[in-house]
């Protein structure tokens, strides 16, 4: 299995997933991340699925039209985002079980202004998490 501790994602993308956790503070917000070559450059939001303060999920259809669109577009997919309204952004016990995807990058946002970091990414298989560091490309 590759073992990402770089992650490479252009400064637009972060800027996007700040403004989607920033739009709805109180709510989980959610997507996918994708691009080429190692960098993320695409911002996939979900819409649809249900949202709470402490749990987010990506319903079935949603996840299949939004793989659909990246192969149509020649996109890999590269990673996940979600946010935490509230308290750390590290990864919660859900969200280890629940990461279906060991090559990707979990982002990890805090709406909150004051928060110490407010992206933080991990790379999440056989239920541990490990960060990573974040390499923001300037497009
Ligand atoms: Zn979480």
Redesign the pocket.
Known sequence: MRVVRVVRIERTVLQQMLAEARSAPEV?CCGLLAGRAELISVLLPAREGPRSASA?EISPLELFALFRHMRDAGLEHLGIY?S?PHGDNS??T??VELAYYPAAAYF?VSPQVDAARLVRAFAIADGRSEELTIDVVDA
Request: proline share 11%.
């Open positions: 989980e987010y979600h935490h990864p919660s859900r969200d990890i």
